[in-house]
């Protein structure tokens, strides 16, 4: 057999010649075929991620982040499905190979249930939407601008301006305080007067300044009332409804606006003070 397949038949080349130049470019084919494949899902795979994400224009009331979860998730089964193909030209049985990337799988799964655990809270993230880009929350005692919601983290920006890197099991696993949800907000003050001070004018003068503000909201009522009798003082509990937008400012301006106002109607504020005996020697 071997001497006839080293037998020459033309131009000095054997069989064995003709067999080892077919197999060349039979190898050689596939290999190009193989990079045809992949170069087309790559554009696919692009192009599908692309539709994907500008679907958010004309969907404005969803969550961009539930669209870019869609777009990677496209991108990257396109590109899976290639991949099978591209072994398939090879005569690779890919059955095998999937039976042998889910064991792997179940493996390192379980070397890496912290991070599956990411995985699926990002999930449930990215679904259910408890916040989205650009929200003002409180997680786990975190606080921040949401930037980014992926399938590990959640990242905020504090209100220093600094990165806080969340993992999702512990946004999705705790209480999360958004506020930016709701258009209004509840603005609180706790203000003390002197006890020998005229409380119903000290009312008039906190409600006088605090409405006299634009940003405070008439509907629903302002609520002013006493509310505990301290140590050295009568407590006011004053709360008023503001826009969202509006409420760090407006608190912070009318804690300074109403201790000027109850200072020029000389309404007495206390202060603690402290009484110290010297004994003589």
Not at 100 to 128: D, E, P, R, W
Request: glycine share 6%; with cysteine; charged share 20%.
């Amino acid at each position: 057999m071997q001497d006839l397949l080293n037998t020459e038949i033309w131009n000095g080349k054997s069989i064995a010649d003709y067999l080892t130049l077919d197999m060349m470019v039979s190898v050689l084919g596939n290999i190009l075929s193989a990079i045809f494949i992949l170069l087309i899902a790559f554009m696919v795979s692009g192009w599908v991620s692309r539709r994907i994400r500008l679907m958010s224009e004309r969907h404005a009331k969803l969550d961009q982040t539930l669209f870019d979860f869609l777009s990677n998730l496209a991108r990257y089964v396109i590109l899976a499905f290639a991949v099978l193909f591209v072994l398939n030209t090879f005569g690779i049985q890919t059955t095998s190979i999937v039976a042998a990337i889910g064991a792997a799988g179940l493996a390192i799964g379980l070397a890496l249930q912290g991070t599956l655990s990411n995985v699926a809270a990002g999930v449930m993230l990215v679904f259910f939407r408890p916040i989205k880009v650009g929200d003002f929350v409180e997680i786990n005692d975190k606080m921040g601008t949401v930037k980014e919601i992926n399938l590990n983290y959640v990242e905020l920006a504090s209100t220093s301006n600094t990165q806080v890197i969340v993992p999702n099991s512990e946004v999705w696993g705790n209480t999360i305080t958004n506020y930016s949800v709701y258009p209004t907000r509840r603005a609180e003050w706790t203000f003390g007067v002197g006890y020998g001070v005229n409380l119903a004018k000290a009312e008039q003068v906190i409600r006088d300044t605090i409405m006299a503000d634009e940003r405070a909201h008439t509907d629903p009522e302002p609520f002013i009332q006493v509310n505990n009798l301290g140590g050295s003082s009568v407590d006011f509990l004053v709360r008023v409804w503001c826009d969202r937008t509006d409420y760090l400012a407006f608190t912070t301006d009318m804690t300074r606006k109403v201790k000027e106002a109850l200072d020029e109607a000389d309404i007495d504020i206390p202060f603690p003070t402290r009484t110290i005996v010297s004994q003589a020697s």
